[in-house]
């Protein structure tokens, strides 16, 4: 399954491709993981401690242009057309610096991107962002990369965008351990995983919170460092996701939801026993779930699932999704309940290459 | 610490003791636990898996009394007046069981007990119903037996009861691993902790919560036997008692805050990653919870704790605990909020010794 490391450039060889487009549009959609992402083992490289697999959502994409811009002294950065400055900006252009070592080019960028996810709806988007910028980077500057390789590319820029190259179901290889820091980076990327005749739909219940206490990266990192029940957990997912993996192949929706909703409450549960405690989830993220349980009761498969947030993602098939939404829609009258369906890869825009 | 066991009659060799009272009444109080006990590993002998540590409360008493029926052929219960049948009553008369091959007598008794914690008030009556069950039973049939012996027997009944013998707080050793089912029965009591100089109070807030989806009984077996997160929950405890009586030693309420509030977390996130997953807390608990955090952060020592069930306890200094009471009200307006402070060892009525 890994036979297509060849196909990439090795990360600290820049292949200079002078042919590049000088600028380009790309398109990517946010995914939500089934088996978590939860813990890195290196924060430079951005690789995960454990596999993770996820499904690409039909909504809310992000649309990134990056332009060459050979005459500029320095990166710049839209946000909905808005210049963006500070750790945002830094962090983008830490990212074009990646592209330019492998496109082996020096020149600067101008980034315009425009994000669909409504404000505060607490979805993340920086899979989708990152996913968008990795493919529309690498066009501008002429690298020619195949999937594989935009997924480990973007992964560098947040590891949950790596997955976001792929349509439907993907799943991230964290990679196996090892010391050499490149072949560890070659190593880690996602892959479409197989599940023909799964017709589900994601039914996203978007709960009233206040700001985060905790940012995920912290959450991850104190997780990791002082949660008696971080490996055992590490562990048990390694099973989830093979299991996983199973279940999507015979297209059994009703396994691949029980195994989603364990693994997800596997995650917060090792987040609750964090020193001090990380907890996420909200009186209102209790009350979905009170409620997916009572859907469960009347016959209808459906399973939640939680992210670094109080927000709940629920499995249901595509038939029920609507059932699902009126009652999410009852359990949280002052929150918005949205409908997903698998979503496209990331891709060029037409004209653009 | 545990060089009293030759005070107590080994269960399995009768000590008969012609000289008993024929009948007795002993009141007893509930306890809450600081460090869980959650797990059996001897269902029959109710053997526990961990040690735990709790408080005896000041309020909520059971007072019971035994009084022999040597014409009866069966026992009797009556709670709170009115005569109990079923597997309460069975549950009773196995515990009078026990009591009577200890004491070589064979009477019957008639059982008469009075539980003062409110309906729904989701305090357990088990602590303190078996612990005074205890002592009037081993009173009534003639036994001497000490405080410890009292514990053991008493965790016949209930595990917890096995604490709610002492005053202030305790610990319930849960005794080496052995086969020799004797030797594991008499290494299995609890004893006082010593806490000079602390003055703490147990807030108790009461959530308005339907019945329970899963007994504790039940959630216990399940999270042992299926939970990826229990056994390194149940080391890491071993850990936090050890640093719980250190804390209590030095009379340090917030580290003794601290330890019970993660020890508590962690138990429920055993839960929470056992399969299917046991969820106790509630959306109302959620709210209590971040009714805590913000206590906290306005530099007010309280910290919750959670059993098998929504309501939360919240410890803090008894010169705050009017100030954690108002909080919690508002934070559950439709729920009720006790306040308790540490209480008395269960003990003989006057007059019937």
Not at 212 to 218: C, L
Not at 297 to 326: I, Q, S, W
Request: glycine fraction near 8%.
């Amino acid at each position: 399954m890994r036979a297509d490391h060849h196909l990439a450039p090795p990360a600290a060889a820049p292949r200079p491709h002078p042919g590049g487009q000088e600028h380009a549009t790309a398109v990517a959609h946010p995914n939500i993981a089934l088996i978590k992402y939860w813990g890195k083992r290196d924060e430079r490289l951005v690789l995960p401690r454990v596999d993770s697999l996820s499904m690409t959502l039909d909504i809310f994409p992000t649309t990134t242009r990056v332009r060459l811009t050979p005459e500029a002294g320095h990166d710049t950065l839209t946000l909905g057309g808005r210049p963006a400055q500070g750790e945002t900006l830094r962090r983008v252009s830490a990212f074009l610096d990646l592209v330019r070592q492998q496109a082996g080019r020096p020149e600067h960028a101008a980034v315009d991107s425009h994000n669909t996810v409504p404000t505060g709806a607490g979805l993340a988007s920086s899979a989708s962002g990152f996913a968008a910028l990795a493919v529309a980077a690498a066009a501008a500057y002429g690298l020619r990369l195949d999937a594989t390789a935009h997924s480990r590319l973007a992964r560098r820029g947040s590891g949950s965008a790596s997955r976001s190259i792929f349509a439907g179901f993907a799943q991230w290889h964290a990679g196996p351990p090892t010391a050499d820091e490149d072949e560890a980076d070659l190593a880690s990327y996602a892959e479409p995983v197989p599940a023909a005749g799964l017709d589900p739909a994601l039914v996203i219940a978007v709960v009233n919170a206040g700001p985060k206490a905790v940012s995920s990266r912290e959450a991850m990192r104190r997780t990791l460092d002082t949660s008696p029940l971080y490996e055992p957990w590490a562990r048990s997912s390694a099973d989830d996701l093979r299991e996983m993996r199973a279940a999507l192949r015979r297209a059994d929706l009703e396994a691949v939801g029980e195994i989603a909703e364990r693994n997800a409450l596997g995650m917060h549960a090792t987040m609750l026993a964090a020193r001090p405690a990380v907890r996420y989830l909200a009186p209102a993220t209790l009350t979905v779930l009170d409620g997916v349980l009572q859907l469960r009761k009347d016959g209808v498969r459906a399973y939640a699932t939680m992210d670094a947030g109080p927000n709940v993602k629920v499995l249901c098939p595509r038939a029920d999704a609507e059932r699902v939404a009126r009652t999410l829609r009852a359990a949280v009258p002052d929150g918005s309940v949205l409908v997903a369906r698998p979503g496209p890869a990331a891709r060029l825009l037409p004209g653009e290459r």
